[in-house]
């Protein structure tokens, strides 16, 4: 299914002006919170649902009401469209309501609140993401997506958030907005340039308990391999543990990070235990923009991500903020992943 480069950048603002209202709705939650004291704002951080794909708390929700509100109000019913989301589970939905999903021209993959931890302690932003593919049915995979959009839904003490969006092949388009003054500037981020890890920061995501020893071995081997273990070198690489992929995707594109490595799947298969607590389709559905910024995006084990636009599939990834340290990375990662997955 063809859609013309007007038709992309159409889709494009529209993801936009979507997540710009779910960041409005946040804010306004949150404000609504605080007025009505510490059990209300504590009350944002419970556990509202468990479902297949994750826990929600209720912070989730408000996100959720705004996202279904807004497709029926906004979303154009010539463009038939799949709304695929965590909580959304148990039967599809689609605008215009009703549709049956094999007359729609669209999938759209969300995340509402990726970083739901950090953001309801109000400790750092979280990040709304979306990505729009052609209507291929179960066929449809990460690979698909032609527009994706990532917004940041700040904490509290914020003045500035930021906002990425990009058509395949378009290059990517970044805004900043003042929350006080509503106003909206185009500045360009721009990933490490460095072909080393030396003073830069670099993550093998180990967010929970499980499986942390496994990961925690294979980043010692990692960087033994590459010359940066013993010796004081270990100290030259630095490692951040920030519980959100849209933010390490953030901190990639703009040049925070060199590399983050979400191994988590493959762990858990090599342990025996199962693939919860993992990255999903929907925490990857705007690779897209680091990719359109000069990144690179890949499988741990070697190509490009293959999964398909749902909310329960794990996903392991690997992102570098240049070809340069993919190719430098990618045949040692491979070689000792093939070793401890035997």
Same mark, same amino acid.
């Given at each position: 299914?063809? $859609? ?11 993801? @936009? ?16 919170? =605080? ?14 649902? &468990? ?10 929700? &408000? ?18 469209? =799949?709304? &695929? ?61 032609? &527009? ?58 180990? $967010? ?10 294979? =980043? ?30 953030? /901190?990639?594109? @703009? ?31 705007? =690779? ?50 093939? /070793?401890?997955?035997?």
């Amino acid at each position: 299914m063809e $859609f013309t480069q007007a038709e992309l950048a159409r889709a494009r603002r529209l993801l @936009c002006a979507l997540q710009d209202h779910i960041q409005t709705a946040m804010i306004a939650a949150r404000r609504r919170a =605080e007025r009505a004291g510490v059990r209300a704002k504590e009350g944002l951080a419970s556990v509202a649902a &468990v479902t297949a794909a994750d826990t929600i708390y209720a912070i989730d929700r &408000v996100s959720e009401a705004a996202i279904l509100a807004w497709f029926a109000e906004h979303w154009p019913k010539s463009w038939p469209v =799949e709304l &695929v989301m965590e909580g959304l589970e148990d039967a599809a939905v689609t605008f215009p309501a009703g549709t049956p999903v094999a007359a729609t021209r669209w999938k759209c993959i969300l995340d509402p609140i990726d970083g739901t931890r950090g953001i309801m302690y109000d400790k750092r932003s979280a990040w709304s993401l979306a990505g729009l593919a052609p209507q291929r049915g179960a066929r449809t995979g990460l690979r698909d997506i032609v &527009v994706a959009a990532m917004t940041e839904l700040p904490t509290s003490k914020q003045a500035l958030v930021d906002q990425f969006s990009a058509v395949r092949g378009g290059g990517l388009i970044s805004t900043r907005r003042d929350l006080g003054t509503g106003k909206v500037r185009r500045w360009t981020p721009r990933p490490s340039q460095a072909r080393d890890f030396d003073h830069g920061f670099a993550s093998i995501v180990k $967010f929970f308990p499980e499986g942390k020893v496994w990961l925690a071995d294979l =980043e010692e081997a990692l960087w033994r391999e590459l010359g940066l273990w013993g010796r004081g070198g270990g100290q030259r690489v630095f490692e951040e543990q920030y519980i959100s992929t849209g933010g390490q995707l953030n /901190e990639l594109l @703009c040049g925070h990070d060199r590399m983050v490595l979400d191994l988590r799947p493959l762990a858990f298969v090599s342990l025996g235990l199962g693939t919860a607590l993992c990255a999903h389709p929907y925490d990857l559905c705007t =690779e897209l923009l680091l990719t359109e910024a000069g990144g690179v995006v890949v499988d741990p084990l070697g190509g490009a991500i293959k999964a398909p636009l749902d909310t329960t599939t794990s996903v392991a990834w690997a992102g570098y903020a240049n070809p340069a340290l993919a190719r430098r990375v990618g045949p040692v990662l491979r070689r000792l992943l093939r /070793e401890r997955l035997r």
